[in-house]
């Protein structure tokens, strides 16, 4: 209890404070590039085709907004889960960096240990995703031009594939039969369906309803508690 206390104090209250004055801060920082524009050049959209563009976004991400920390908090953890979301590729770049320095320590996920890991695990992502846009931007066009360009259509189609497979089969070791159950969801609904736009919430909502109930009903999950008892 003292240990729990402590680390309340000593993390998650600090991290709590940082991360609300910076993320107001960070979001009014995204508009300088506008103000910038409007104050130097007088240019500025108007209005109504500005929250039209919105709304546009909106109604095919909106969903994102709820699910995405829902989802991705139990592996980035508080402080995770403020800088992933200030810095983008959350997906593809953050998650996977915090599931492997979690898994690389050997601490459980979700617990205190997992969530100090996380933080470094996503900190070393962000300085390194900061070094490689620098290389990229420097050297970018030269770079590029070296390979040959059946290899950048490949790194195009299958790198963050590669990645979300990765960090699957990572998760299925803990609950196999539960990560046969997402998959087979996700695949019968875009089957059925063929709306992409829903992938998250499919992949995300309709497999935790899934899981609860056949948990409830003693598919997976109590008969590996009544073998450790």
């Not at 995770?80 to 979301?85: E, I, K, P, V």
């Not at 900190?123 to 030269?142: D, E, K, N, R, Y």
């Not at 299958?158 to 699957?168: H, I, L, M, Q, R």
């Amino acid at each position: 209890m003292n240990n729990n206390m402590s680390f309340n104090e000593l993390w998650r209250k600090k991290v709590t404070r940082i991360g609300t004055i910076m993320i107001p801060i960070i979001m009014l920082s995204m508009f300088l590039p506008v103000i910038y524009l409007k104050v130097r050049y007088g240019v500025f959209p108007e209005w109504s085709i500005a929250l039209s563009s919105w709304g546009t976004i909106a109604a095919a991400f909106g969903a994102y907004y709820i699910i995405e920390p829902l989802s991705y908090y139990p592996i980035l953890g508080l402080s995770g889960t403020y800088m992933a979301f200030t810095s983008g590729s959350i997906s593809d770049i953050r998650m996977p960096a915090s599931a492997v320095a979690q898994e690389a320590v050997g601490v459980p996920y979700g617990s205190d240990e997992g969530a100090v890991v996380s933080t470094i695990g996503v900190a070393g992502s962000v300085f390194t995703t900061l070094v490689v846009v620098f290389i990229t931007a420097v050297f970018g066009t030269s770079i590029i031009e070296i390979f040959p360009e059946k290899l950048l259509t490949a790194v195009k189609l299958y790198t963050v594939p590669a990645v979300f497979s990765a960090v699957y089969i990572q998760f299925c070791k803990f609950e196999p039969k539960l990560s046969f159950i997402i998959a087979i969801t996700t695949v019968i609904f875009l089957l059925l369906a063929h709306i992409y736009g829903l992938m998250m919430i499919t992949a995300v909502i309709i497999p935790v309803l899934l899981a609860r109930l056949l948990y409830k009903k003693g598919f997976f999950g109590k008969e590996d508690s009544a073998e450790n008892k």
